[in-house]
């Protein structure tokens, strides 16, 4: 029998101290290449969605629930969910569960009731004004993935900013579940209804995101009810939804190509082995591509972990699942010499969660640069963040938090510029008008402003 002692780490490492690295430490280029990460290929995905997304367009509801029976191996009668099962799944909630659903969306509210944006207004000259108007997106489109887990706290993540933003037409979308007769999983409905929301449709993957942007054509859905197109969708979800997102951006918005969950944790010796490692299986957890990634100025520290790894990995509910991710080429253990380097790491890789468990751990996250969100010190889990911390848990992965936020109010938000200048206002500013407008070449933009002064500039 093999010496489970001797058995290999399931994180690979990688060692950027001095004395085990070539040169100086490597610049955010090259330290994007060098670390770990998850390969995937949206782009094929992309070959694999064109057919089904076609199929949508020409055939609306009828395609899309083909499309389910395929791929989700059971047909709804019809794409929206009835208003009674909403209410049957909210009735048949555990108390508890109810509970920590109220107690997730009262949080979110608060937090993201903040975030609200006021319009402004300047006077740039006396009769001159420019506002900004904030106006939400007229209807939009929730994700609500399936897969290995279940998702009510994806609807109240993006149900909740929506509904701040003044979002006036929602819809929930969520892969139908054989098991509940066609119909997403209760608690997914169930958390619709929490919310108010009365639109649901059991429909996932590219055929959702698809249904979702050019609606269910002249027929409408199976029953003949409406199936009304969206402006944006929202959520995050398998390969084949964040192609499906790819090929219809411009029809419809988007808030992101989200690719699967990822957390890094920068910890020194003053951590805890037994937290550090709890942390990187919860997310681990989520699916087999999961990325889990250490960056520690502690070799000890590391081995600790390595230790707490296989102790806690042998007796958690999801072994295999579990194993697989940390075992793969986007998970692993990076050795820094100071703390100061592990933040140039973690800047480099720009994870979606990036947990600080060092000494001032709320001095290092204020320097932190790149991180869809950042988690202070041993008592703010990303578990936390996942459900009732009030932060929003739909997060920019794959070294997108370098560019792009997590979803917030501001994601269904538009800014619009209004312009109100009078006569005298305009008046002052036209020969400035003008000289940039012949500068560009561009002689009838000049003659725009001109003419309304009865002066025209002959050539």
């Known amino acids: ?51 089904v997304i076609d199929a949508v367009r020409e055939r609306g509801a009828d395609a899309a629930l083909e499309y389910a029976e395929r791929f989700d191996r059971v047909r709804p009668e019809t794409v929206r969910v009835p208003a009674a099962a909403l209410r049957e799944a909210l009735d048949g909630v555990d108390p508890e569960v109810r509970a920590a659903l109220e107690t997730s969306i009262e949080r979110a509210r608060a937090v993201h009731a903040d975030q609200r944006r006021t319009d402004s207004t300047t006077q740039v000259v006396p009769g001159g004004t420019v506002t900004e108007r904030w106006v939400p997106v007229a209807r939009v489109g929730l994700y609500a993935p399936g897969g290995l887990a279940v998702y009510p706290s994806s609807v ?30 209760p608690l997914v409905l169930a958390a619709a209804a929490l919310l108010g929301v009365d639109e649901v449709w059991a429909v996932g993957g590219a055929q959702a995101v698809a249904l ?58 003053t951590a805890d082995p037994v937290h550090v490692a709890a942390d990187l299986v919860s997310q681990a957890e989520h699916d087999p591509a999961a990325a889990s990634v250490l960056v520690t100025t502690s070799p000890e520290l590391a081995d600790a972990v390595d230790a707490e790894l296989d102790a806690q990995v042998a007796t958690t509910k999801h072994t295999e699942r579990i194993t697989t991710a940390l075992s793969g080429p ?39 640069r790149n991180a869809g969100a950042v988690f202070v010190g041993p ?54 008008v003008v000289a940039l407008a012949d500068a560009e070449d561009l002689p009838a933009h000049g003659q725009a402003v001109t003419a309304r002064f009865g002066r025209r500039k002959d050539r």
């Open 212 to 269: 979702l942007a050019y609606g269910g054509g002249e027929k409408g859905d199976t029953d003949g009810g409406a199936l009304e197109p969206v402006d944006m969708v929202t959520g995050p979800g398998n390969v084949y939804v964040t192609a499906a997102k790819r090929v219809l951006r411009g029809r419809i918005g988007i808030d992101s190509e989200a690719g699967t969950t990822e957390i890094a944790i920068l910890a020194d010796h």
């Open 379 to 432: 008592h703010s889990p990303v578990s936390l963040g996942d459900y009732c911390a009030g932060s929003n848990h739909v997060l920019p992965t794959g070294g997108c938090a370098r560019h792009s936020s997590g979803l917030s109010v501001q994601t269904f938000l538009r800014g619009i510029h209004v312009v109100d200048y009078s006569a005298d206002a305009l008046a002052e500013v036209a020969d400035r």
């Open 330 to 368: 986007q998970s692993g253990t990076i050795l820094v010499s100071s703390v100061e380097d592990g933040l140039r790491v973690v800047d480099a890789y720009a994870a979606e969660h990036l947990e600080i468990q060092t000494d001032d751990a709320r001095g290092v996250a204020a320097r932190v």
């Open 1 to 51: 029998m093999p010496d489970a002692s001797k058995r290999s780490p399931l994180l690979s490492r990688i060692d950027l101290r001095p004395g085990h690295r070539d040169g100086d430490f490597p610049a955010p280029g090259a330290l994007r290449s060098m670390l770990p990460r998850a390969a995937v290929d949206v782009d094929a995905a992309v070959e694999r969605v064109r057919p």
């Open 156 to 185: 109240v993540m993006n149900v909740v900013p929506a509904q701040e933003a003044g979002v006036e037409g929602l819809v929930v979308c969520s892969p139908p579940q054989a098991e509940f007769g066609g119909r997403p999983h």
